[in-house]
């Protein structure tokens, strides 16, 4: 059984925002009510940001004051993991962009 979630195109509320986790987990929840999969039988992965996402929601399922869900596992394939220089990167993107689409003006 797989269960594909893109939950947004904007990267760092994928690495902000607790909202996007929680929907994630009612999703999963529901999947593993209606297919009858047992919790602890449940591994998520991803490629890339998504990857990045999966290790949030893993992390995310164990500091639950009770967790319902424990995967038994998390993989990531290219994973940016480094969370606070990503959010400063691109954070800092657009800024950087502008600088270098910027034309140089001619001396006088």
């Known amino acids: 059984m797989s269960l594909t979630v893109v939950p947004t195109n904007k990267l760092l509320r994928n690495l902000t925002d607790k909202t996007i986790l929680t929907r994630i987990h ?12 047992a919790s602890h039988k449940l591994g998520v992965g991803g490629m890339s940001a998504a990857g ?5 929601y893993v992390q995310y399922c164990y500091q639950q004051s ?13 994973v940016p993991l480094n969370y606070e220089r990503l959010y400063r990167e691109r954070l800092l993107m657009p800024l950087n962009a502008s600088i270098a689409t910027t034309p140089l003006k001619k001396a006088s």
């Open 52 to 56: 990045t996402g999966a290790v949030r």
């Open 66 to 78: 009770t967790p319902n869900i424990k995967p038994i596992g998390v993989f990531g394939v290219d």
């Open 26 to 37: 009612s999703m999963v929840q529901e999947v593993l009510t209606t297919y009858r999969i």
